[in-house]
């Protein structure tokens, strides 16, 4: 069985630019989360989509936003970025929302942001 | 605010040594996770841990949850170099913003 694949798994862009990750979900698994790791402010959870809604959200701004598709794949943006959103973007998928549901992580993006 | 505090945050133990990491978290959650992160790499699920008593064990590595004290605790037996990782517990906040709140890590080190 695949796991969870991400995309791109490296990402270099510059201040004020959006980017766009992408990830797909392990086969059957219809939540999908996304966090955020930096080494300064550790791990932090962004936001859950399952079935096509978002479900949780964390305290991130709006410059944060994400969806997902039908085929529960799912997708995070960032707008206007800033050289603090430099960080390993990790998705997980389960089977269904959290927090009852075991998580599985992607390997991630890392953003760097110049 | 909800605090999820682990120590220690740095562990150096020798093989072959038992030892505890601990996890407090500061409001009422029934729902913790353990996660563990080589470096470099994503996150690997460890244990999920969905009420007050429950006790999951896997190899060298036991977990615990005791949620009226607010307290989950990860037990290493007989420390193997392959158990090097960073640990992570992680909190259910649900019923205040319905997020996951994370440790700041353990960085486990065992020297041969």
């Known amino acids: 069985k695949a796991g969870v694949t991400q995309t791109p798994r490296y990402l270099i862009k510059t201040r004020g630019q959006q980017v766009t990750l992408s990830c797909s979900p392990i086969s059957g698994h219809r939540s999908v989360s996304w966090y955020q790791q930096t080494p300064g402010q550790g791990l932090q959870f962004l936001f859950e989509y399952f079935s096509e809604t978002q479900r949780n959200k964390g305290n991130f701004p709006g410059r944060f936003s994400g969806r997902q598709f039908s085929n529960s794949r799912s997708e995070m943006n960032v707008s206007t970025l800033e050289l603090g959103d430099s960080a390993l973007y990790l998705c997980a998928s389960s089977l269904g929302t959290m927090p009852t549901n075991e998580q599985f992580f992607g390997p991630g993006t890392r953003l760097t942001v110049l | 605010e909800l605090k999820v505090e682990q120590n220690p945050l740095f562990l150096s133990m020798q093989e072959g040594k038992n030892y505890t990491i601990y996890c407090n978290y500061s409001?009422?959650?029934?729902?913790l996770y353990w996660y563990r992160q080589d470096p470099g790499k994503s996150l690997e699920s460890l244990f999920v841990l969905l009420s007050n008593g429950a006790v999951k064990q896997e190899g060298r590595l036991m977990a615990s949850l005791d949620t009226k004290a607010r307290l989950s605790t990860l037990h290493i037996t007989a420390a193997v170099h392959d158990l090097s990782a960073t640990y992570f517990c992680?909190?259910?906040?649900?019923?205040?913003?319905?997020?996951?709140?994370f440790g700041a890590g353990t960085r486990l080190t065992v020297k041969p």
């Open positions: 992680a909190v259910d906040m649900k019923g205040l913003n319905n997020d996951m709140r």
């Open positions: 409001t009422t959650s029934d729902r």
